[in-house]
């Protein structure tokens, strides 16, 4: 079993040589899993934390209600060969309080898509990242591509602030039927479960028509959505770097949807083809 510490200092004691970090909140999958293995031979000591974080939700979000499955947890990271899960406590990662702690601004960027949708959301988690990069002082952090815009913008982060720590995004693992894994699927009946599945099989749609063009991606997405039943909160096409997309090359699909009580986000790469292509 991976050595479990709870304060810096226990974390301090325990770490030695090189260092990667997978922060998760725990209730971990096999997506989680698939991010230790790949961090595993980054470095000599491979450290999971696990702490739900509390300024990453607004009040009315599901905070009391994220799963917590701590010694399931442990046994994934077990299997993967993680050396330390750092499981702290709210008042070691935040010691002046939530209400007095100093956060991180993550900028215009955090304004769209998720951020207007939750806009105090990137500030937490961009504040506890940064928090846990300080304590751990990894040498690199593996996160998975599910969540996109706030893999962009930890990258983002890293390299503006200076904090050293090479940040490397991972493809989303998925479900037999594309759905991509996340803790919160388990709150999805079997009906919603289906409706779902048309997430995933969007953005297979989206691809199939990138080389007609942005405005064929986002029609042919949409219909599959609007098909099932699925009213998305956006579904957008950016540049790899979430500005806009440019026809020629690689630009991101993204979908935020609620399926049910659950709000379930996605996005692929779509290779655009240029502009004396679309409309064909």
């Known amino acids: 079993m991976p050595t479990v510490v709870r304060t810096a200092a226990e974390l301090r004691a325990a770490t030695s040589g090189t260092v990667a970090l997978v ?16 961090a595993r ?16 939700f607004a ?3 599901d905070l009391d209600a994220y799963p917590r499955t701590f010694d399931e947890d442990l046994q994934r990271c077990d299997e993967a060969g993680v050396d330390l899960v750092f499981a702290p406590s709210v008042e ?3 010691p002046a309080g939530l209400s007095d702690t100093v956060t991180v601004d993550p900028g215009p960027l955090a304004t769209i898509l998720e951020g207007a949708q939750r806009p105090t959301h990137f500030r937490g988690v961009l504040t506890v990242v940064a928090k846990l990069f300080g304590l751990v002082r990894p040498d690199v952090a593996v996160f998975g591509e599910k ?19 090479e940040v490397v995004g991972c493809p989303t693992v998925r479900e037999p039927d ?21 997430i995933s099989a969007a953005l297979r749609a989206g691809v199939d028509a990138g080389p007609d063009g942005p ?15 699925v009213d998305p909160d956006y579904l957008v096409l950016t540049s790899p770097d979430l500005g806009p997309a440019q026809p020629g090359r690689e630009a991101r699909l993204l979908v935020a949807a609620r399926v049910g009580q659950p709000r379930l986000l996605d996005n692929c790469a779509v290779p655009l083809g240029t502009a004396k292509n679309q409309g064909k």
Do not use: W
């Not at 031979?41 to 990453?56: C, G």
């Open 41 to 56: 031979p980054l470095a000599d000591t491979l450290v999971v934390s696990i702490f739900v974080n509390p300024t990453q």
């Open 23 to 38: 922060p998760t909140m725990g209730a971990l999958h096999d997506g989680h899993v698939s991010l230790m293995e790949y």
């Open 59 to 61: 009040p009315g979000e």
């Open 92 to 94: 070691e990662m935040y």
């Open 147 to 165: 969540d996109y815009q706030q893999l962009t913008l930890i990258r983002l982060m890293s390299r503006e602030l200076c904090l050293g720590v």
């Open 215 to 229: 405005e064929a991606v986002l029609h042919a997405s949409g219909k599959v959505l609007a098909d099932a039943g």
């Open 178 to 198: 594309g759905l991509a894994m996340s803790s919160r699927n388990r709150y999805l009946s079997a009906t919603e479960r289906e409706r779902a599945a048309a």
